[in-house]
């Protein structure tokens, strides 16, 4: 039965779906025994939403993850009903339905969060802080993001005129490249490291910010920057990402929440090598796996983790203190691994608050 929203079926509306669009949302709304009572549009803004359910019994509401679905669950919360944020990439009936429509899915959604919400996988967002401080290291990402397109750009076309910039650290490359441009090519290159120049100011200026956050909120940080390669960024989205190290009983689940580990696909006698899933925040799977070949590379501490994952990637130390190449596949899997093992490393800091040892590993075996 497709009715339009009206007063009358607000009131008997018990589940609702909620098809989040960026202008207009779709939402269905059916009783206690799954017969479809209301449907209609509403703007997707505080208003429309404060029109359309603020005035209506406290019934549960399904929207799916995305870019509004932040902000919307908040307000939803606000009016008094319970919001199910759904996963849809684990939900067969939306991610895999061949004839999808804003309908269709406002539909399914209403009749999982009647039927069993887990079925939908639910997610909880971030507290509005959270996300407020998350937001300032992901701009900071974007400009350290653009600064190495213009750097690689700048790079780029000296070396194929016959140039060659020297290296140097992303800071200095303004410094560093503007004397060694070619006269022939400043007309085209100069204004670009005029942007690079800007764009570590920026960056700058986005550090000190972090600093003063880590210092005033997260306190915290101090515990997780004790492993060498962890510095205020990694720590600060790691700490945002995790909000309450509570929510995981075994730190060893952290890798699993950050699609850090292996998928699986186990049917009778086939349990096929999968890739990692990939699942949860790529932001902080990104800094973590940064951080690792930070621990991997030259400049890199000794300590339990870095032996381990040089035995891993098949690389040892030379007699002069070098490292031998290892296979370029092996290399790769060694860096996910040390990013795991560096995740559940740090949950454990942080749940217990002790002093990180580097060698509490390789001490126990010796004892």
Sequence with gaps: MKKNSTVSSLTRASFVGLDLADEQSTFIGIDGRGRQVEEGKVATTRTGLKKEFGGRQRCRIAIEVGTHSPWVSFALIEMGHEVIVANPRQVALIYGNKRKSDRVDATTLARLARSDPELLHPIKHRGKQAQVDLALLRARDALVGSRTQLINHVRGVVKSHGGRLPKCSAEASHNKAAPNIPAELKPALDSLIEQIALLTGS????????????????????????????????????????????????????????????????????????????????????????????????????????????????????????LTKGSKQRKKRAVVAVARKLAVLLHALWTTGEVYDPFRQAKKEAA
């Design 203 to 322: 960056i700058r200026n986005y550090d000190q910010e972090v600093e003063r956050l880590i210092a005033e909120r997260y306190p915290e940080a101090a515990v997780l920057r004790q492993v060498n390669g962890v510095g205020p960024i990694t720590a600060l989205v790691y700490i945002l990402t995790i909000e309450d190290p509570q929510r995981f009983a075994v730190s060893r689940d952290v890798g699993a929440y950050l699609g850090l580990v292996p998928g699986r696909n186990h049917t009778g006698e086939s349990d096929p090598e999968l890739h990692i899933t990939k699942t949860g925040d790529l932001f902080a799977r990104k800094v973590l796996v940064q951080a690792a070949h930070y621990i991997l590379g030259p400049f890199g501490t000794d300590c339990d983790l870095r032996q381990w994952g040089l035995r891993l990637a098949g690389i040892s130390v030379t007699a002069a203190g070098g």
